[in-house]
């Protein structure tokens, strides 16, 4: 079945933004409809849609400063308890966390001080699902991911998971937050699962000749 692209339409152009758009994120489902952007001109906005006010002024926005050099990538949190939170990655070298309160303001803390040492390219919060604690990946171009926790502290604390032969791009978490894959700037994808020690050790790896282990 093939669907004609006159089926779309466009609803609604946000264009706010100084510079590139470089990635966009859906919120979860149970948040309503809720798209964050990250974009080179160094800012975040929030975009929400509130569907009971007049046709036309339907969508509200927030728009704040992150990275001073660009935003790459955001990525939401997992529903969990329910508050507005994401991840961003920066060309500044730093991953930040937003978080909204209870009173609607949005507040700020940085991830990763000194953990890279090169652009931030990707960042993604693993689902909650049979997880007991907030975990979140960061890829970057100095060839390295790095793997983050939240203690029961409430601060933030980083494994590396692997210094790979080529910058990273993208980290994608499966549906249960298990398993870890990887793309960098070679032709392979590497997997990779926590052990029960805590450990990360890599499962299996496809390239452009198929599946090895």
């Excluded at 489902?29 to 798209?35: A, D, F, Y």
């Excluded at 029960?196 to 050790?201: M, N, R, V």
């Amino acid at each position: 079945l093939s669907l004609s692209l006159s089926l779309f339409q466009p609803v609604y152009v946000y264009s706010v933004h100084k510079s590139s758009v470089n990635s966009i994120s859906f919120a979860p489902h149970e948040l309503g409809l809720v798209l964050a952007c990250a974009s080179a001109d160094g800012e975040i906005s929030v975009l929400t849609h509130h569907p009971n006010e007049t046709v036309g002024n339907d969508w509200k926005s927030e728009k704040f400063a992150d990275s001073p050099l660009g935003v790459n990538t955001v990525c939401w949190a997992p529903f969990g308890t329910g508050q507005r939170r994401f991840v961003t990655g920066g060309c500044d070298n730093k991953a930040r966390i937003w978080s909204c309160g209870e009173n609607g303001g949005w507040s700020m803390e940085i991830l990763s001080e000194n953990a890279h040492s090169d652009w931030v390219r990707d960042v993604a919060w693993a689902p909650s699902t049979g997880l007991p604690h907030d975990m979140i990946a960061t890829a970057s171009e100095d060839r390295t991911v790095r793997i983050w926790t939240k203690g029961n502290d409430g601060t933030w604390g980083s494994v590396l998971l692997n210094v790979f032969d080529f910058p990273v791009w993208r980290v994608s978490w499966s549906i249960t937050g298990n398993i870890l894959a990887v793309s960098a700037g070679d032709s392979d994808v590497t997997l990779w699962k926590q052990s029960t020690d805590g450990s990360w050790a890599r499962i299996t790896s496809v390239d452009d000749e198929g599946v090895k282990n």
